[in-house]
């Protein structure tokens, strides 16, 4: 379990990376294949990043709920920390109206111009007093463990996470059409000197991303429906 975890790139206790990832040297993380697909941006105040109960577990998953139009409000949010949704779309047939991601169909991590789909997952942990949203690797060497966001404090139910500072939500593209598939993206990676169990390294030695200049960031145009993949 984690005791503590990159928050937004600063280190907020030990125990961070998995017991396969510390003391591991930053060199040996892998540089994934260049990404195919490109990113556009997207309006953050018709999104929201939900912790997502799972049944009638203590688990949560991710889920993020987008206001494509205003025919009919697709969440609310009350007030507070953690702050509770109201998954409003659930209870009417929102083709059209709202876009609802729920797994790795509809979203993923990027840092700069890698797309990392294929060696990161996303994942919601509960920490007792927080409810993390966690980028963990899949693959030895390719990288280290992230925290992308978190509620604020404990609860149940559906818990709105506020994304870590330097994340936000960004549209995948391919060829220049908007795809519907979310990225958790970050500029670059947090500085290997702020993760537990690493030896002080240059933030070079992890594997090479470019951040994408923000002239280069499309607009996104995406009609949304049930089931949104990729």
């Known amino acids: 379990a984690l005791a503590g975890c ?20 930053p060199s040996a993380f892998v540089r994934p294949a260049p990404s195919l697909f490109g990113m556009a941006a997207l309006d953050p105040q018709k999104f929201l990043v ?28 009350g007030e ?23 797994d790795a169909n ?13 060696v990161y997952r996303l994942s919601v942990l509960n920490q007792g007093a927080d409810i993390l949203l966690m980028a963990l690797p899949t ?14 404090g404990s609860g149940t139910g559906f818990l709105k996470l506020e994304l870590e500072p330097g994340w936000r939500l960004a549209r995948r593209t391919f060829r220049g059409r908007s795809l ?5 993206y970050r500029d670059s990676w947090p500085a ?14 992890l594997p090479s991303v470019s951040p994408v200049p923000s002239s280069a960031i499309a607009p996104a145009s995406v009609n949304s429906s049930p089931g949104v993949g990729s």
């Not at 519907?180 to 958790?184: A, D, F, I, R």
């Open 50 to 77: 939900v912790a997502a109960p799972i049944g009638s577990s203590s688990r949560s998953q991710l889920n993020i709920y987008e206001q494509v139009n205003a025919r009919r409000p697709c969440f609310s949010v």
């Open 139 to 152: 693959s030895a060497g390719a990288g280290p463990e992230m925290v992308v966001g978190r509620t604020l």
């Open 80 to 102: 507070g920390r953690p702050a509770v949704v109201s998954p409003l779309l659930s209870t009417f047939d929102f083709t059209g109206i709202c876009g609802r991601y729920i």
């Open 6 to 25: 990159l928050a937004g790139g600063v280190a907020i206790g030990p125990g961070a990376l998995s017991a396969g990832a510390q003391g591991q040297e």
């Open 106 to 118: 509809g979203y993923s991590v990027r840092v700069g111009d890698t797309d990392l789909a294929t």
């Open 192 to 205: 290997m000197s702020q993760i537990p169990g690493s030896a002080p390294a240059s933030p070079s030695t």
């Open 180 to 184: 519907g598939h979310v990225y958790l």
